[in-house]
């Protein structure tokens, strides 16, 4: 599986933004797929992810949303409200198998190249 984010850019606090991550390589349809994010200086860390169901972080719940359409290979992720401290660079992962939730990043087997989101105060 290849996985190509983009979206990303540069927003004033309580703008919005939407991620696209485009899957290539194989049947997208059976891998769940997530969002993590990597702040400088700060560990990758969960923000969503997506089967037959969705989970999120709390940091982020309410405010964004994840979605996926199998037809295009596509899984989405809304930013709303966005927040200062939402600034990272955004990574598309796929894991193989598992069920939700899946919020470590070993649970993951394949990634995106990242997209950088810059939120300004």
């Known amino acids: 599986v290849q996985l190509q984010a983009s979206g990303g850019g540069l927003v004033q606090a309580g703008g919005s933004l939407r991620l696209s991550c485009a899957a290539s390589?194989?049947?997208?349809?059976?891998?769940?797929m997530g969002w993590f994010r990597q702040a400088p200086g700060k560990e990758r860390e969960f923000v969503a992810a997506?089967?037959?169901?969705?989970y999120y972080a709390d940091s982020v719940k309410g405010r964004f949303t994840i979605s996926r359409d199998n037809a295009k290979n596509t899984v989405y992720l809304q930013m709303n409200s966005l927040k200062p401290e939402d600034t990272a660079v955004y990574y598309c992962?796929?894991?193989?198998?598992?069920?939700?939730?899946?919020?470590?990043?070993?649970?993951?087997?394949?990634w995106g190249q990242g997209t950088l989101v810059t939120v300004s105060s």
């Open positions: 992962a796929a894991a193989r198998r598992g069920t939700l939730p899946l919020i470590r990043v070993d649970d993951f087997d394949y």
């Open positions: 390589g194989r049947t997208f349809s059976n891998y769940p």
């Open positions: 997506i089967n037959w169901s969705t």
